[in-house]
């Protein structure tokens, strides 16, 4: 209520000038359709999720219920148009589950349900068990979030396995 708005940073004239993928992390932790369409409605209405402009909503695992309902809303007449290029990705966070293989059945069912990517954290102790499972999926990987400190070893060592890495850069 202290922030700005989506609205407001979406319509802010350097970022709408931009070229950049355009990443928006969804919390909501209740899923609502309306919430969805309204995120949806302020990208279109700025020029968001369009071939030079696509965007990313991804969501933590514990409350993907808005990707689905996003997955949906883009299946509307009113949003169809951005459906190639706005991408769900499913964020996993750090050592969520100790095993490898329920690492696979998550990541699987990501795909099951119609998302692009996958997102994981940089310190996970089965990353790169976990990359390569997505990637034999043909799901998107990114890595979050890559420190200042120390972070040229991470960038180093992971840019040609991943599809995108966030960083804690300025």
């Known amino acids: 209520t202290w922030g700005a708005h989506l609205e407001d940073v979406l319509a802010d004239p350097a970022l709408r000038a931009g070229d950049q993928i ?18 949806l409605t302020h990208l279109s209405d700025n020029g968001y999720g369009r071939f030079g402009r696509p965007v990313v909503i ?16 883009l299946r509307d007449p009113a949003f169809r148009s951005m459906r190639p290029w706005v991408k769900l990705n499913e964020l996993f966070s750090k050592n969520q589950v100790a095993s490898l293989a329920t ?39 990114n890595v979050w979030t890559i420190p200042v400190s120390m972070g040229e ?18």
């Open 153 to 170: 070893v991470f960038l180093a060592g992971l840019r040609e396995e991943v599809d995108a890495l966030t960083v804690a850069y300025p």
């Open 58 to 73: 991804r969501s933590f695992n514990n409350i993907r219920q808005n990707l689905i309902l996003t997955r949906d809303a």
């Open 22 to 39: 355009l990443f928006i992390e969804s919390k909501e932790t209740q899923a609502d359709p309306a919430y969805v369409t309204k995120v």
């Open 103 to 141: 690492s696979q059945q998550m990541i699987a069912q990501s795909r099951q349900d119609g998302f692009q990517g996958v997102e994981f954290h940089y310190q996970d102790s089965n990353l790169f068990g976990m990359l390569t499972f997505a990637r034999s999926l043909g799901l998107g990987i």
